[in-house]
């Protein structure tokens, strides 16, 4: 028994290493009911009512999918569960609905136009979901025959008897079927599917009939029903892909490959035009949907003025997505201008959107918060240590509470202990400063820091001399040199 149990807790291992736990893994969902009233702690989400049930409106109006090109800002001091609000309403869509997330800073540093960085985002977050008839043939594999050439080479040939609750046929097999059988391990007893046109067989799982073969076939295996009705069925199929891949794979020769190794490149708008046209006809014929989907931009007050002018126009296309933005800044210059606004984004564009303000968490809130954390990184603390967390989140930062978490409990388990005590959070707390302390340390030592504003009076008289000299050198007024000298 020794010998199972290791390879258990081995693979067990395995899949927690694959596993990471990132700063909004534990966001579920918007945490409403089924009126759209936040519930006070569910789905990850704690507090920050109003802001949610705000959101949950905006999630109804994205999920209906009627109306293009609003927009919605959500603005609030550092640490209020902006960006976690936005990873609420993503989860809530479910993966169906194209939900692109990027900061404001992104498009400076990639290598294409600001505009066309915004283009592809935009395009990113609008799915077309392409409706196509397939052929297939779904039956219970009954015995499959291979004959393999007694030389040892050469092509193998079979056959395969499939049924269903009404007919029973015998296929013949070539090599590449045989091959394909071969790769799904497919055997008697399976109930499987092949597309007529691409020859790709897919294992649906095991027929009820073979039941009594449970115990050798293991837990995981899953049983389904005989089909019924005729093998041949013809199946509609949905693919849902954005206007963003479409752009990609016919922008060049092996557009494809691109998609996968993140060179798209700029495209070229005539391109564009024409795939929206095309997608416009397959609207008309009923072949095709428009998904609208979510564009995320944290940090927008990053964006410049040419960027915010762009944003203006373009959600005046009936081909928009919903944008969500997020800040954290009040009144401030706009980027690229000397102009002071709200956010930091331009009056025209603020009039356009609908604006979510979050609020500052009470201590409750913030104890709550701490202990979905501790559970989501699997950390065992004792009620006076999550006390401690949480009073140092609320003089400090709840980021910086949350961000103790892993390293008291990194100290807990060095002393073999099962669980992180109040000893664990203080040496941490000793070791790892907030802002507020990192700021007094740094006015004690300024001194010793280089380019701080009193270098100049730790500078030796000679030296300042040799500076002034310089200065003046440089300097066309001589006059003004000489007087300065004189002093």
């Known amino acids: 028994m020794d010998a199972p149990s290791t390879a258990q807790v081995q693979q067990v291992r395995e899949i927690t290493r694959i596993e990471r736990i990132g700063a909004h ?14 519930r006070n702690v569910s789905q990850g989400m704690v507090g920050q009512m109003k802001a949610r049930r705000a959101a949950g409106l905006i999630l109804e109006m994205i999920k209906e999918g009627k109306i293009a090109g609003r927009a919605l800002l ?19 869509l479910g993966s169906d609905t194209p939900f692109t997330a990027m900061s404001g800073s992104e498009i400076f540093s990639l290598e294409m136009s600001k505009t066309e960085a915004l283009t592809q985002a935009f395009r990113r977050s609008i799915g077309v979901r392409i409706k196509e008839e397939a052929e297939f043939i779904e039956g219970e594999v009954v015995e499959i025959q291979i004959d393999r050439p007694a030389t040892g080479t050469g092509a193998k040939i079979g056959k395969m008897t499939l049924k269903t609750t009404e007919m029973e046929t015998v296929y013949d097999l070539g090599q590449k079927m045989i091959e394909a059988l071969t790769k799904e391990k497919v055997q008697a007893g399976d109930v499987i599917a092949i597309d007529k046109a691409s020859g790709k067989i897919s294992r649906l799982g095991r027929s009820f009939t073979r039941a009594k073969d449970y115990d050798a076939m293991g837990p995981q295996t899953k049983f389904v029903q005989c089909p019924e009705g005729e093998l041949q069925k013809r199946k509609e199929v949905v693919h849902t892909v954005t206007l963003h891949e479409i752009d990609v794979i016919n922008s060049r020769s092996q557009g494809f490959l691109a998609l996968f190794s993140g060179d798209t490149g700029e495209i070229k708008s005539e391109v564009r035009e024409q795939i929206n046209d095309k997608v416009a006809e397959w609207r008309e014929e009923g072949k095709s949907e428009i998904v609208p989907g979510v564009l995320f931009i944290d940090e927008v007050h990053m964006l410049d003025i040419e960027c915010f002018s762009f944003l203006n126009r373009a959600l005046e296309s009936d081909m928009a997505p919903i944008l969500i933005m997020a800040t954290n800044r009040g009144i401030t210059k706009i980027r690229g201008t000397n102009q002071q606004s ?9 009039d356009r959107l609908l604006i979510i303000t979050t609020k500052p968490y009470e201590i409750d809130e ?10 989501e990184e699997d950390v065992e603390i004792s009620d006076d240590a999550l006390n401690v ?13 949350i961000q103790l978490i892993t390293l008291s409990s990194i100290i807990s388990r060095n002393r073999k202990a099962r669980e992180v005590t109040v000893e664990d959070v203080k040496r941490v707390y000793e070791v790892f400063l907030d802002e507020a302390r990192s700021s007094d340390n740094l006015r004690e030592y300024e001194q010793y820091f280089m380019f701080n504003d009193l270098t100049c009076a730790y500078l030796s008289p000679s030296l300042l001399f040799a500076i002034y000299n310089l200065h003046f050198f440089l300097s066309a007024d001589t006059q003004g040199a000489e007087a300065s000298m004189e002093t």
């Open 74 to 92: 959500i603005a609030g001091q550092p640490g209020t569960g902006k960006t976690a609000i936005a990873m609420g309403i993503a989860q809530a």
């Open 25 to 38: 893994s534990h966001i579920r969902g918007l945490g409403l009911n089924d009126s759209l009233e936040a």
């Open 342 to 350: 709200p956010h930091g984004i331009p009056i025209d564009l603020l």
């Open 389 to 401: 967390l949480t009073k140092i989140g609320k003089e400090t930062s709840l980021r910086y509470s």
């Open 366 to 375: 913030i104890k709550q918060i701490l202990k979905i954390r501790c559970e």
